[in-house]
């Protein structure tokens, strides 16, 4: 198969990008709720032709996942499901039968890439795991993300999100001293694999290219999670030290942390020597930067100094001025950002400027507006305004073009609820 097919099934689906870096580039994707498809996403974004493959019997139960989009008709699709499903080709296939497996080796045979995030082992038991999979196509780039990864003690635990943040230390050192930890307020375990699953298939990708050799990219939920702790490990290997929460506050570096102004809260990181004189001089005391006590930056982490001479400045500073008039006084010099909430991000300029937020039309159900592509090429750029599949849509497309298959064929297949 060329090039040019897979740009043929591509402009079958309204949406779905026939141009971009990974043009060319096929993806079986095989995954659910969000660490799998945000990487087949990402995939899909740069250009790549991915295809969607879900249980007939139990698809993706992220599609119930609110909000949802309503049609007249009072159907609905979920938009969270549409974030993450977007420039995607949709295809139903039992891996439980027989026939199942035998189409989804066809199909391997002529992909790039296999993405699936099932507990480690679970596509062995189907007997379409990756050394199944390698002896249909060498070439395949075997993508696994799973919560504790292909090997260890723990490989066959069940995981999700919260399981990550807990067991890669990210939720002891998250929270305020005093009261219990906080988890990430977002899927930090889910969307860390994700990113890390996307840089080891673009690298397995571009082995495979060159020598034809493919291989499997394990990733781990739990090792994602440890690489975010910073300074944590280190702490603990190099001084004996367990860090704990430390609210918002960073462990040595000061002032960097959040400050209460006129209409709610503000970052300020202004702690160089060079930021410290910057913001003296545009708060109009200019004779806080030749001060002894706090002149310099290791004076000002000390945490007594800090509380008892720095702390009350910026609360001067701040407390009778609103975010946007801090970020106006000082936005452009010193590290200060408003703290924001997702209508004032969604309604940012800077984000607008940097096509953040798409406008995505569903011929049903009307538009839906969802995050952009953080991904910024000038040469081949993302694409990130395609549809989601509904449940298996593009199986007919998909199975002639790429698997080879007649009509008669598939329509066995759909009798026999293998599709």
Not at 181 to 202: E, F, H, K, Q
Not at 274 to 301: N, V, Y
């Amino acid at each position: 198969m060329t090039g040019n097919d897979f740009d043929a099934i591509a402009r079958m689906l309204p949406g779905v990008p026939a141009k971009g870096a990974l043009r060319g580039v096929v993806v079986l994707d095989i995954t659910r709720v969000v660490a799998g498809p945000f990487c087949s996403m990402l995939l899909a974004d740069l250009g790549a032709t991915v295809i969607k493959i879900e249980n007939p019997n139990d698809p993706d139960y992220a599609r119930d996942f609110p909000p949802k989009l309503k049609s007249g008709t009072g159907e609905e699709f979920s938009a969270f499901f549409a974030q993450f499903n977007r420039n995607k080709l949709g295809l139903t296939l039992d891996l439980a039968q027989p026939e199942g497996k035998e189409v989804l080796k066809q199909l391997a045979r002529r992909a790039d890439v296999l993405v699936e995030n099932f507990r480690a082992g679970t596509m062995d038991k189907l007997g379409v795991g990756y050394r199944t999979l390698r002896e249909e196509n060498p070439r395949l780039v075997y993508t696994a993300i799973s919560g504790y990864g292909q090997t260890g003690p723990y490989n066959r635990r069940p995981a999700y999100d919260n399981s990550a943040q807990a067991a890669g230390g990210l939720w002891s050192i998250n929270g305020f001293p005093d009261r219990p930890p906080v988890r990430v307020g977002t899927i930090i375990g889910d969307l860390s694999a994700t990113m890390y699953a996307v840089i080891g298939t673009l690298a397995a990708l571009r082995h495979a290219e060159k020598t034809g050799e493919g291989q499997m990219v394990d990733i781990s939920q739990q090792d994602s999670v440890l690489s975010l702790t910073e300074n944590a490990v280190v702490s603990y290997t190099v001084d004996g030290k367990v860090p704990g929460p430390l609210g918002n506050e960073h462990p040595f570096v000061k002032p960097y942390e959040l400050y209460p102004c006129k209409d709610g809260y503000v970052f300020f990181g202004g702690y160089t020597d060079k930021f410290w004189r910057l913001s003296c001089h545009l708060f109009g005391q200019p004779e806080l930067a030749e001060d002894p006590e706090i002149d310099t930056m290791a004076k000002r982490f000390d945490p007594d100094v800090y509380e008892r001479r720095v702390r009350p400045v910026l609360h001067k500073w701040f407390e009778d001025k609103t975010k946007a008039e801090l970020e106006e006084i000082v936005g452009d010099a010193v590290p200060l950002s408003a703290i924001k909430n997702i209508r004032e991000v969604v309604e940012d300029p800077q984000i607008a400027a940097r096509d953040m937020i798409v406008d995505v039309e569903y011929p049903e159900f009307g538009q839906l507006r969802m995050f952009g592509s953080p991904i910024k090429l000038d040469g081949t750029p993302t694409d990130p305004r395609g549809l989601a599949p509904k449940v298996g849509e593009h199986a007919d497309t998909v199975l002639r073009a790429l698997a080879g298959l007649d009509d008669q064929r598939i329509a066995e297949l759909r009798e026999k609820k293998v599709i």
